[in-house]
């Protein structure tokens, strides 16, 4: 059985590394899309996109870590959905981040 400890790791990992590169995306490159996950929450409310993803979004994973004794299954899935989610959000984010810096490279040329 695959071990769910690695899992909640790179769940907490994910969660963390975008709430990073959304603060960076949107205050620093200046994008108004916004991150792939609670877009608008990070534009019009930031200190609330903060807490959500720096203490409710933790708190479900370690929920759903917990569950894994009373329902295994649905604690898996969850835990693992929510993980699927979180890195595809920061893949996109370092995607759109590197490719304005490859743009702005061509710029200063």
Known sequence: MFNMRIVLFLAILANSLDLV??????????NREGNPLLSGMAHQHWIWFVIVKGIVVPALILRLHHMRRTSPTLASAGLALVTLALTVA??????WMAGVLHVAAFTHL
């Open 21 to 30: 590169l959304t603060a960076f995306g949107i205050h620093l490159f200046g």
């Open 90 to 95: 920061l893949g996109q984010w370092i995607g």
